[in-house]
């Protein structure tokens, strides 16, 4: 399929919960980024895998995010416990050879 | 790292008149210079791009021009139309650094008819 799918669209969960937003990339894309969208801070890098392999999850915070790509179908962006303050816009982008880098629609999260 | 700054954050223009945006860039690696469209409640769509060797590059009504020495890039639209209207993001990334974007703040465009 030639477009990144989000799943789910919209999430509203209580603090403390787990939330997982899913990503399936475009068929043979091999670089697949996290991106997190917010008024203040704007689009912020969270991780990036490349043939699913982790290259940077610097931009994450470690103690409550974790990022995986269990196969090359699906990349999810975990956080555990959830806040208030990870209230955002979660974008998945994936890219090829070619360095262009396709985004999702977002899923939209809100911790209430 | 790379920074990358927009300018101006806001622009509103008369419907056919031209709008520019210019983004700098601090990272002489960066390669690879795309700009995004945001509408609201969708993701950001990539409508142009240009790589470092190339001075500029045109597609219909968008254009960007790159000035390497000067680090900075500029987005061009011409003959605004009513759909224009949304946040424009640039963003700068390297083949060093396996296309890593760093975007800029983005420019909320408003096109009155």
């Known amino acids: 399929d030639a477009r990144v799918t989000q799943t789910p669209r919209h999430k509203v969960t209580e603090m403390g919960q787990e939330v997982t937003m899913r990503c399936q990339p475009i068929?043979?894309?091999?670089?697949v980024f996290w991106y997190r969208q917010t008024m203040m801070q704007g689009l912020e890098l969270l991780a990036y895998f490349r043939n699913r392999a982790p290259l940077d999850d610097s931009g994450m915070p470690k103690d409550r995010f974790s990022a995986e790509m269990p196969d090359a179908t699906l990349a999810t962006l975990k956080i555990q416990p959830s806040e208030p303050r990870d209230s955002a816009v979660y974008f998945c982008a994936t890219s090829g050879n070619l360095m262009e880098a396709f985004f999702g629609q977002g899923t939209r999260l809100t911790v209430v | 790292g790379e920074n990358v700054e927009q300018h101006p954050s806001t622009l509103s223009v008369q419907e056919g008149d031209s709008a520019v945006i210019k983004c700098t860039y601090s990272d002489s690696a960066s390669n690879y210079f795309p700009w995004y469209k945001q509408e609201l409640g969708k993701g950001p769509q990539l409508i142009i791009d240009?790589?470092?060797?190339?001075g500029e590059k045109k597609d219909q009504r968008i254009a960007v021009t790159l000035n390497k020495t000067a680090k900075h890039f500029s987005l061009h639209i011409t003959e605004t139309q009513p759909e224009d209207s949304a946040v424009y993001f640039c963003a700068a990334s390297s083949t060093d650094s396996w296309g890593k974007l760093q975007f800029g703040a983005g420019t909320q465009v408003v096109v009155t008819p």
């Open positions: 240009i790589r470092s060797n190339v």
């Open positions: 068929l043979g894309h091999n670089t």
